[in-house]
């Protein structure tokens, strides 16, 4: 009898131990996904859609887009916000743009935020978190962009003189890059070189969600 009751007792013990260490297994495996999930499941190359596929950018049709969507506004350098509301990455990205436009603003500088067709209707909501920025509301506009948050720099007189990524890596943050403020400094200046930045490595979205 002791020697079933030991067994038995054993038998028990090792099963609490199993349960206990698949019940760990399967907190660790989650925490691993969940963390994935919200951190790196956005990360891509910025000219490569969520499908994979490489969209590269024409830019001559973009500048020429750009400059008819402003053509009666009076602004000589003009910064657009490609916005994708349903985009994770957004979350680091708002906070640099307000930056941004803080900084450059009162220098004379427009900013215009620019969403997909099927976004057009969110005007509440693009007020609550961008206050009086302009938006800009045109179809076709997914086929020119590939990724977003990212944005153009147009200087009337010298055309398209940026066109991409704020910055790199998982956070997409001030503290990730400058790409935006360089370009800025330089087109104020009159020194700016055109650059197309599609070969940065980051969290991006689609313009407009598949």
């Known amino acids: 009898m002791v020697i079933i009751a030991i067994i038995w007792m054993h038998a ?39 499908s994979g596929e490489v969209i590269k950018t024409p830019v001559t049709e973009l500048e020429q887009t750009l400059l008819k969507l402003t053509e009666n506004e009076p602004g000589r350098i003009r910064v657009f916000h490609f916005w994708n509301p ?16 803080q900084q ?4 004379g500088i427009d900013f215009y935020l620019v969403v997909s ?5 969110d005007t509440k909501q693009i007020r609550k978190i961008f206050g009086d920025i302009s938006i800009l509301e045109t179809e076709g506009m997914s086929d020119l962009v590939p990724s977003t948050p990212s944005a153009a ?3 009337l007189d010298h055309g398209l003189t940026y066109f991409g990524p704020y910055s790199e890596g998982a ?22 070189n055109v650059q197309v930045n599609s070969l ?10 598949i």
């Open 153 to 155: 720099i147009l200087k």
């Open 86 to 101: 349903d985009c994770y990455c957004n979350r680091f990205n708002t906070q640099h743009l307000e930056q941004i436009r």
């Open 171 to 192: 956070m997409c943050s001030a503290q990730s890059g400058s790409f935006v403020e360089k370009t800025l400094d330089a087109t104020l200046t009159g020194t700016p």
């Open 200 to 209: 940065a490595f980051g969290c991006y979205c689609d313009l407009q969600p």
């Open 117 to 121: 067709e099927r976004h057009k209707a």
């Open 104 to 107: 450059y603003k009162p220098q």
């Open 12 to 50: 028990i013990f090792s099963s609490k131990i199993l349960l206990t260490s698949m019940l760990v297994i399967l907190w660790a495996a989650g925490t691993v996904y969940a963390f994935w999930w919200f951190e790196f499941k956005n990360l891509r190359p910025f000219d490569t859609n969520s």
